[in-house]
């Protein structure tokens, strides 16, 4: 059974920095995209940033030259660095793992982040 662990989150003043972790435990197969999402009071889920299968990374333009995505494949870990943080980042963040294919698709418990002086 894989679970996906978030960690990190929290209270931090606008222009701060927090840095998200997705622990994922169990073996985890094949090609897979690692995403990190969020959801804010009253919004859609969005994506933030990914790593798909093929290596590639993306981010929502909201965040882009703030927020950075990274991967430890040693520990299985996948994190979000977030400086330069404003309110309108606050909300719960998720992180997912999606095979290629179809096969699974794991989603973490998700980790408020407050941006708020």
């Known amino acids: 059974q894989v679970q996906l662990v978030e960690s990190g989150g929290g209270l931090v003043q606008p222009g701060g920095s927090l840095t998200l972790s997705c622990a994922a435990s169990g073996s985890i197969f094949g090609a897979n995209t690692k995403g990190w999402y969020r959801q804010a009071p009253g919004k859609q889920r969005e994506l933030v940033a990914e790593i798909t299968a093929g290596g590639s990374r993306n981010y929502a333009d909201s965040v882009k030259g703030r927020f950075t995505i990274s991967i430890d494949n040693v520990k299985n870990t996948v994190y979000l660095q977030m400086n330069s943080l404003e309110p309108a980042d606050t909300a719960v963040y998720y992180c997912?793992?999606?095979?290629?294919?179809?096969?699974?698709?794991?989603w973490g418990q998700g980790t408020q982040v407050t941006v708020s002086s």
């Open positions: 997912r793992r999606k095979s290629r294919y179809g096969s699974y698709d794991y």
